[in-house]
């Protein structure tokens, strides 16, 4: 069941350090729902997370998990060797069997420590995995970027859609890999995807109260919002990061990262490398990992990869439960 919320407001996961426990408890505890960041982390990670989020709040709150997929090694290999020379990477770090600890991490999930809600991106998961989800009573939601996949969901037995548009930042959720996302928004989605019969929750693009209070009349349940948060004290963003924030530059969407397209603030790395980075993941990202993490330890940050929508410049430094008020003023 989707949580009775004070506040119609979904902290988005934030792969990669923004999403923290904190933040998860402070949106909750303000009426709000938060979702942990489960990618990129081991599931003993993902557990400990969990917990700590619970001796925070005794609201319901949600995990994210990455569906994987499988390359194919043989198409794929010379494309990363490539460019693993281009930008100076190290390819002996790449690991063509990565599936983000999937099975381990439903594992937890459905066998150890349930949660309220799980919820997708990257893919639709099996039927088999929501049915395991549903028997220990969790709520599914599925990130779709059109009618296809949304209706995948809905056939897999999802309880819900996280319905993001072009204006999202950080990585598109879009099912393939190698998949151009398209340019509609939220808005435009949410009556394109009206007919699934799926309650609906709206993402991207979200700056301030007049936003949310747009895609809500346009039918969604709630509104999922990340970027608003980057800069609450309780997020788990770099000083490198919260400095690229504050410097005025406008947001692109580049592969050049992880092999995704993913939403960004515009910097040297990613002008260099957009139109050559292979359409790889997480293969790419294994290769810039380390360069990202250098460059953040250095606050250099024409280097790192600064997710953020479109919204960006709305965003507020002060604590989230100050976000969840604001931007439910709609």
Not at 46 to 63: I, K, N, Q, S, W
Request: glycine share 10%; net charge negative.
């Amino acid at each position: 069941m989707w949580p009775q919320l004070n506040r119609p407001i979904v902290a988005a996961p934030m792969a990669g350090g923004p999403s923290t426990a904190e933040l998860v408890a402070a949106v909750c505890t303000a009426g709000g729902t938060g979702f942990l960041a489960a990618g990129y982390k081991t599931a003993v990670a993902m557990e400990r997370e969990v917990v700590a989020t619970r001796e925070l709040t005794d609201r319901p709150f949600g995990v994210n998990l990455f569906v994987p997929h499988e390359p194919s090694q043989r198409r794929d290999e010379a494309a990363v060797r490539a460019y693993a020379e281009r930008i100076g990477a190290d390819y002996s770090r790449v690991n063509w069997s990565d599936d983000d600890g999937w099975y381990d991490k439903l594992a937890v999930l459905t066998q150890v420590d349930p949660v309220p809600m799980v919820s997708f991106t990257f893919g639709c998961p099996s039927d088999d995995d929501i049915a395991a989800l549903h028997s220990v009573g969790t709520t599914c939601l599925v990130t779709v970027t059109d009618l296809d996949e949304a209706r995948a969901a809905a056939a897999a037995g999802a309880d819900l859609l996280v319905v993001q548009g072009f204006d999202a930042g950080g990585h598109r959720a879009t099912h393939e890999v190698s998949k151009e996302p398209n340019h509609r928004d939220a808005l435009a989605l949410l009556d394109e995807l009206r007919e699934v019969g799926l309650p609906m929750v709206a993402a991207g693009g979200v700056g301030g109260p007049g936003d949310v209070r747009r895609m809500l009349d346009a039918g969604a349940v709630a509104v999922q919002c990340g970027t608003a948060f980057l800069r609450c004290p309780e997020a788990g963003t770099s000083a490198t990061y919260r400095e690229l924030l504050s410097t005025g530059r406008e947001t692109v969407v580049t592969r050049a990262f992880s092999g995704r397209p993913a939403r960004g603030l515009r910097n040297a790395f990613l002008d260099a490398y957009s139109a050559e980075a292979p359409s790889v993941f997480p293969q790419v990202d294994q290769l810039t990992k380390p360069l990202r993490a250098e460059a953040t330890s250095c606050g250099r940050t024409d280097e790192i990869s600064g997710w953020a929508g479109l919204g960006w410049l709305q965003a507020q430094e002060i604590p989230a439960a100050g976000v969840v008020a604001h931007l439910s003023q709609g």
